[in-house]
């Protein structure tokens, strides 16, 4: 256990610093007062009065920022609540993150917002940003009030869980949006082409006999968004994109200047639609499990900017919910707490990405994409960072998980680089027992 505990001013050295911005991981030291990273030098050692923090070993990056987390509260407390997600989230290295509109009542009320933003003071281990609901209970009807809930502090809009799919009210919703500067999240699927599907249609669904959702569900509603943002300027963000063709479309659309983001999870990236044949439940999730081919064009998307970032998607559910047959269980995992060590081991360590280029994508990227503070290795900015041994082994274990729910089909898996503790505004939270 690393005891950091009470410094104020401080500086941290030996360790390998992660600049998302010029690329680079190297020897440094950093020093924080009063919660501000205040300078940065590229040497191992420092000579100064004040306490020093011996990093030896250990990547010091920016803290992670997760633009997609389902926090469940208020509604349904029992998955997730504002304390265990945001507990979760330090685990997983987060300092920030950003909580998606699906709740009850639905963030679609400048109150709702309000009340997170209390309850994350009140019991949040890290920071909290809210999206709002695009329209009045996500129904797609009725446009909310954005002028008052980006006054409450909603800093993106969406309706995720569900696609918008009157192309009127999504173009109204994006123009009002533009008026407001709020970017504007899109769930991207068909929902009459998806129907009740249980995985993605393709050789493994037919040979297990679920009901496939296609690819194409995905790719007709990313490209509607795509002429919609075209149309009226309104920045758009596809959430989980999935397919090798909504990465040709977003593709495209970069390069004829739409002003459009997208995300990727940790699950898309690494796992494929053949797992299923273990009908875990866990490995239900929307969009879907897709295949080997998605995976290759979703990598390649990552290292040549199509992909702006990483998001969990995480989205909490009890075991009551997902302990039944594979067809009766709600769609989701959660992700908070093994997205880096998941990426580091599958795509870091096997010589596909660079470990900059994950952080990059953990960090900056996000905080790009909604022009969120942090996520900066930069003097003059809050001292949210983020400690990994990324050489680490461990196993995950229920035991382990500090979120409320357990449904990942992660465990038991053995994954590499582990989480030490976060410094939100220079304070320490210690991860490693
Ligand atoms: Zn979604």
Redesign the pocket.
């Known amino acids: 256990m690393i005891d950091w505990k009470d410094k104020r001013e401080f500086w941290i050295t030996g360790a390998r610093v992660a600049d998302p911005e010029s690329g680079k991981i190297r020897g440094g030291s950093i020093c924080v007062r009063k919660g501000i990273i205040t300078e940065i030098t590229w040497q191992k050692s420092v000579s100064t009065d004040l306490p020093v923090l011996d990093a030896e070993g250990y990547v010091l990056a920016p803290g992670f920022i997760d633009i997609h987390t389902h926090l469940r509260e208020p509604g349904y407390e029992e998955k997730e609540t504002v304390k265990t997600g945001t507990a979760a989230a330090v685990a997983g290295g987060f300092t920030s993150i950003v909580c998606m509109a699906n709740t009850d009542p639905v963030i679609d009320e400048p109150s709702v917002v309000e009340y997170i933003y209390k309850q994350a003071e009140r019991a949040g281990a890290c920071r909290v940003y809210v999206t709002a609901a695009l329209t009045k209970g996500l129904e797609g009807q009725v446009i909310n009030e954005y002028h008052f809930l980006k006054q409450a502090g909603a800093v993106a809009l969406s309706d995720?869980?569900k696609y918008v799919t009157n192309s009127q009210v999504m173009r109204s919703a994006l123009e009002y949006a533009w008026y407001h500067k709020l970017p504007v999240i899109s769930?991207c699927e068909d929902e009459f082409l998806a129907g009740a599907s249980q995985m993605h249609e393709g050789f493994n669904s037919t040979k297990l006999g679920l009901r496939g959702s296609p690819a194409a569900a995905e790719e007709i509603a990313v490209a509607r968004d795509l002429r919609l943002s075209q149309l009226t300027g309104a920045r758009l963000h596809v959430?989980?994109i999935s397919t090798a063709g909504a990465v040709q479309l977003i593709k495209q659309a970069k390069r004829s200047g739409v002003p459009v983001t997208a995300e990727v999870t940790p699950h898309h990236l690494t796992m494929e639609d053949s797992l299923i044949e273990s009908f875990d439940s866990n490995l239900k999730v929307?969009p879907p499990l897709r295949t080997k081919k998605d995976i290759g064009a979703l990598r390649t998307a990552l290292k040549d900017g199509t992909i702006d970032c990483i998001a969990t998607?995480h989205a909490p559910h009890n075991e009551i919910d997902k302990e039944v047959e594979y067809d009766q269980a709600p769609p989701g995992m959660i992700g908070l707490e093994t997205a880096f060590a998941l990426l580091n081991t599958r795509l870091v360590r096997t010589g596909e990405l660079e470990l900059i280029e994950l952080i990059r994508l953990m960090t900056s990227g996000p905080a790009d994409v909604l022009g969120l503070p942090g996520g900066r290795m930069r003097k003059g900015e809050q001292a949210d960072l983020v400690l990994i041994d990324t050489e680490r082994n461990w196993t995950v274990e229920k035991a382990r998980i500090r979120s409320k729910s357990k449904n990942t089909p992660l465990l038991g898996t053995e994954l590499t680089g582990l989480v030490q503790g976060v410094f939100l505004e220079g304070k320490w939270l210690n991860v490693v027992p």
């Open positions: 995720d869980g769930h959430a989980h929307n998607d």
